[in-house]
């Protein structure tokens, strides 16, 4: 195991800083998810949490520090984000699919813009990932007809289309109705066990002992404490993730 | 004496219907019934109008219109991504542009582009005194539009940009394959008002002057006014208009319904 692949991280940040106008909300985090590790972060609302995952791929801009995706530095302005950014999936909480696409095409039109791939290429691509998802028999709906769990699904089987080198997930479960969340964190768990290097934002406190290989909870822009999942939530070691642990569980 | 609530309500409707007819009664009892008949009922006068009016006249307002409405939304486009651009230099073009031509009237604009900027300039807009008017419709409606489609571009959710943006789309797939699509679709209804509304101010290109073959309606019931000595091509197309009109109208609502259908 000592090729390069397993040195570098797939995500390293050092010392992030963030503003939002005066408002501090990332207060220098130093963080690394390795390949094929599952890192769950937890906290408050207001914690950070969501913005540190949308810095990786930039879609929130960084004020300062550096994040480095499998080595390349994303906030060095002469790297090709869009290149980098095909490269990490990401899943919202309010899923995003584009409405006048049927599924199908929601998975190929990125595949075929950016990846350059042929549209029968494509297509199979996009019908092995909604097999994967159990959305075969869907291909031909629109996002509108379907279910919240069946629009996540769907996102997440657009996000694998392009082949990712990781997955980021943002809150994937919050919007749902409660009967769906299953459907959705059984997909990420499959996932998971493929060897997806995955980084996920989230109140699934379950889905975080079984499956994380790490977990972080941020609290007030900081990393207050991070570990082994079953450790962090069954013995905090920090007042405030017992406090909010003792909310939530 | 007390009324009940209904009565009274349907007191005061009857008083309201009365009211109207009495109107009415009167318009057309004080009518020059001979004069109006004359005026602007003269059959042979009529009869006159009849093919040119729809071959020459409406095919002509309907085809000006489609150009003007098809540049301005081309310039409005263009207009609207300047107006949303991150560089300063592009919003403030693009704010003083639409301010410019939406402060003006459009029969100044075509005025000036058809005989101000050949005399200015040395330069003929194609297509001669009408090509000026043309452009300067176009130039006019795509001010407006450009708002139009502003606001449209702004309505499509943040997250359908972050998402495309996520998969690696850059700025212009991003734009074409996703915003644009569904930013078109929230500004169909307004856009179709501007068509009515263009389908109007073509009447002002009747100010330039056209030959018989570029005549659009206003000018036609013009010529023919002078020609006939009474009313009657003036009547015949206004009636045009509307019929032009108000089936576009019907669209926009029937638009609008469909879309609050889709909204959920």
């Known amino acids: ?249 | 004496m007390t009324l009940k609530r209904a009565t009274k309500r349907r007191l005061r409707d009857g008083a309201a219907y009365v009211a109207l007819l009495a109107v009415i009664a009167i318009v057309v009892l004080t009518a020059d019934r001979e004069s109006i008949s004359k005026n602007f009922l003269d059959w042979d006068t009529w009869k006159s109008l009849w093919p040119d009016i729809v071959l020459t006249a409406a095919k002509n307002t309907v085809k000006y219109t489609l150009i003007s409405f098809a540049g301005g939304i081309l310039l409005a486009l263009v207009l609207a991504l300047m107006r949303l651009s991150p560089l300063r230099l592009y919003r403030w073009l693009a704010t003083g542009y639409i301010e410019f031509f939406r402060g003006l009237p459009a029969l100044v604009v075509i005025i000036f582009m058809s005989f101000g900027v050949p005399l200015a300039f040395g330069w003929r807009p194609p297509g001669g005194l009408i090509g000026g008017g043309l452009l300067a419709l176009i130039m006019v409606s795509g001010a407006y539009m450009a708002e139009t489609l502003r606001a449209g571009i702004q309505a499509v959710p943040k997250g359908q940009r972050e998402a495309a943006q996520s998969l690696g789309m850059g700025g212009f797939w991003t734009m074409v394959t996703v915003v644009l699509p569904q930013a078109i679709r929230i500004v169909i209804p307004p856009l179709t008002n501007e068509f009515i509304l263009l389908v109007k101010d073509t009447s002002l290109l009747a100010f330039v002057g056209m030959q018989y073959n570029e005549v659009e309606l206003t000018s036609f019931g013009q010529q023919n006014l002078i020609s006939s000595a009474d009313a009657s091509p003036l009547l015949a197309v206004a009636l045009v208009y509307l019929v032009i009109s108000i089936p576009a109208s019907q669209l926009v609502a029937f638009l609008e319904r469909r879309q609050q259908k889709v909204a959920r």
């Open chain 1, 1 to 249: 195991m000592s090729t390069s692949q397993m040195t570098t991280p797939a995500i390293q940040v050092s010392d992030l800083h963030k503003y939002f106008g005066e408002n501090e909300v990332l207060k220098g985090i130093d963080f690394h998810v390795d390949q094929s590790q599952v890192v769950c972060v937890i906290g408050p609302s207001g914690s950070g949490k969501s913005t540190l995952l949308r810095c990786v791929n930039r879609l929130e801009e960084p004020t300062s520090g550096k994040i480095l995706v499998e080595g390349i530095d994303i906030t060095d302005p002469e790297t090709d984000l869009d290149a980098v950014r095909a490269r990490i999936g990401m899943v919202f909480q309010q899923f995003n699919l584009f409405p006048h696409m049927s599924v199908l095409k929601n998975l190929c039109v990125a595949q075929q813009r950016v990846k350059k791939r042929s549209k029968d290429e494509a297509v199979e691509i996009a019908r092995r990932n909604l097999a994967k998802v159990g959305l075969a028999d869907r291909e031909n709906s629109y996002p509108a007809q379907l279910s919240g769990g069946q629009q996540q699904r769907v996102a997440i089987a657009r996000a694998l289309s392009m082949n990712p080198d990781m997955m980021l997930f943002d809150e994937p479960t919050s919007a749902l109705d409660p009967e769906l969340v299953g459907d959705v964190l059984a997909v990420m768990r499959d996932l998971a066990s493929e060897g997806m290097t995955m980084m996920v934002v989230t109140h699934e406190m379950g889905f975080a002992r079984e499956v994380g290989d790490k977990l972080v909870f941020m609290d007030g822009g900081v990393i207050v404490e991070e570990g082994d999942p079953r450790q962090v939530l069954g013995d905090p070691q920090h007042h405030r993730t017992q406090a909010f642990l003792s909310k939530v569980l």
